[in-house]
C-alpha cells in the first residue's frame, strides 16, 4: 500500500526526503514530542506501508504536484491548518477531493462546518442532541444586553481549537465580564466569539472510528480536577490544563479513562456520537467533546472532525484500550477510509 501522509509545515521548501531525516531523529530521540505527522507516518512504516511525506508549506500545489508523481492508493491527512491559519485546514481535503485521490477523515464541508461552533450547535440542536444555549457576536459587535439565559457564561472564539483563548477569565458571571470578555476575544483573536451557558459536569471525550455500521465509539476519556482544590466553574479544559505540566500538578489535573458513568449516561453517550457522526459527515475518526452531569443528562460541547492522533492522548489511549497498538490504530483509520470509498 502506497499512502502519503500529507501535514502543514512551517519549513517550505523541505522535500519528502528533508521530512524522511526528520521523522527518523525525531522517533529516535526522546527530548521532544515527535510531530505528529512523523509519528503517524512511523506506524504506516511499522506497518509495512510505503510512505511518502508531503509536507505543505506555503505553496498547495505541492500536494497534487506529488500526488501526481508517487501515485498514492491513499493518503493521510494530517493538516491542522494551511500556511498558518487554522480556518484553512479543509484546503487538503479539498485539493485531494480536486485531484480525485482517496484520503483518511472528514470531507471539506465537515472540517468547515464543526470549526464553526455556533453552526455546529445549530444542526446538533436540529437532531435533537442537547447543546448549550449560545450567542453569537461578530467581530466588531458589541454586547447590549444579558443573553436570554442564567450566567455563569463561557465565552470562547468561535472557530480556534486546541483551547485556544480558553482561560479561567473565559467563565463570566455578569453583563460587564461578558462584554470585556467579548471585546477580548474579537481583538485577540480577530473572529467573532460564542457565548455558551456553561455547563457544571464531567468532562469526557468520546473517540469515534469508523463509518455506518462499522462506527465504534471508543472507550471514554476523561479530564479530572482535584473537587478540594477547585470549584466547578474552574473545571475547565484551559490551554494551561490541557498542556502545563506544572499547573495540572497544581490543580490536580488528570487525563484518564473515564471513571464509572451509568448505563444511561453511557446509552445516550453511544446514541449521540451515533447521531453527531450522521449529522456533521463526519468521517473515519472524530472525537466528540461532552458534559455529563449529575443527574444523568449528556451535554456536547463541540465535534472535532480532524481530533488529534498522536502517540499518548486521548484518541490513540482509547484505541489502546479496546487492543489496537499505536501502528494497529493508525492503520485501523486508513482501513476504514478505504472500505468507504468502496463501498460508494
Ligand atoms: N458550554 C460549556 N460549559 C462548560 N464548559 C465548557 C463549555 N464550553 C467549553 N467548555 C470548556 O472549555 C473547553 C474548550 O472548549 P471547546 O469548545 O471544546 O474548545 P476547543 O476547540 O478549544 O477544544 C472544554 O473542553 C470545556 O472544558
Ligand atoms: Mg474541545
Redesign the pocket.
Known amino acids: 500500500m502506497r499512502t502519503a501522509v500529507a501535514f502543514d509545515t512551517p519549513y517550505a521548501g523541505w522535500t519528502p526526503d528533508d521530512h524522511r531525516t526528520q521523522m527518523e531523529q525525531e522517533l529516535a530521540g526522546d527530548e521532544h514530542e515527535p510531530e505528529m505527522e512523523y509519528q503517524v507516518a512511523g506506524a504506516l512504516l511499522d506497518q509495512g506501508h510505503e510512505v511518502l511525506l508531503v509536507g505543505i508549506g506555503k505553496d498547495p500545489r505541492v500536494l497534487l504536484d506529488l500526488c501526481t508523481s508517487w501515485k498514492p492508493d491513499v493518503v493521510i491527512n494530517c493538516a491542522e491548518s494551511f500556511n498558518g491559519d487554522g480556518s484553512l485546514d479543509h484546503l487538503c481535503a479539498t485539493l485531494l477531493d480536486a485531484g480525485g485521490y482517496r484520503y483518511t477523515g472528514s470531507a471539506p464541508l465537515a472540517l468547515q462546518v464543526t470549526r464553526d ?1 455556533a453552526m455546529s450547535k445549530k444542526i446538533l440542536a436540529f437532531h435533537g442532541i442537547k447543546v ?1 444555549p449560545f450567542v453569537m457576536y461578530r467581530t466588531r459587535e458589541r454586547v447590549t444586553e444579558p443573553p436570554p439565559f442564567d450566567f455563569p457564561l ?1 465565552v ?1 472564539p468561535l472557530a ?7 482561560a479561567k477569565a ?1 467563565v463570566v458571571d455578569d453583563l460587564a465580564a461578558l462584554t470585556d470578555r467579548v471585546a477580548f476575544v474579537h481583538e485577540r483573536f480577530r473572529q467573532p466569539a460564542i457565548a ?5 459536569g464531567r ?1 469526557l471525550y468520546a473517540g469515534i472510528l469508523g463509518n455506518d455500521e462499522r462506527l465504534q465509539v471508543l472507550p471514554l476519556t476523561e ?1 479530572v480536577f482535584d473537587k478540594d482544590k477547585t470549584e466547578p466553574e474552574q ?4 490551554q494551561a490544563a490541557k498542556w502545563t505540566e506544572t499547573y495540572r500538578e497544581r490543580w490536580g489535573i488528570r487525563t484518564v479513562f473515564a471513571r464509572p458513568v451509568s448505563a444511561l449516561a453511557r446509552e445516550r453517550i453511544e446514541t449521540i456520537c451515533r447521531t453527531a457522526g450522521r449529522a456533521l459527515w463526519l468521517r473515519d475518526y472524530s472525537r466528540i ?1 461532552l ?1 455529563l452531569t449529575d443527574d444523568d443528562e449528556v ?1 456536547v ?2 465535534a ?1 472532525a480532524n481530533p488529534f492522533i498522536s502517540e499518548g492522548h486521548e484518541m490513540a489511549n482509547a484505541a489502546a484500550k479496546v487492543g489496537l497498538s499505536y501502528p494497529q490504530f493508525i492503520d485501523r483509520i486508513v482501513q476504514e477510509a478505504l472500505a468507504r470509498y468502496s463501498r460508494e
Do not use: C, Y
Open positions: 461552533k448549550p463561557i470562547k480556534a481549537d486546541a483551547s485556544v483563548g480558553i473565559s455558551e451557558q456553561f455547563i457544571r468532562e479530564l473545571r475547565i479544559a484551559t467533546d458534559r451535554w460541547l463541540e472535532n
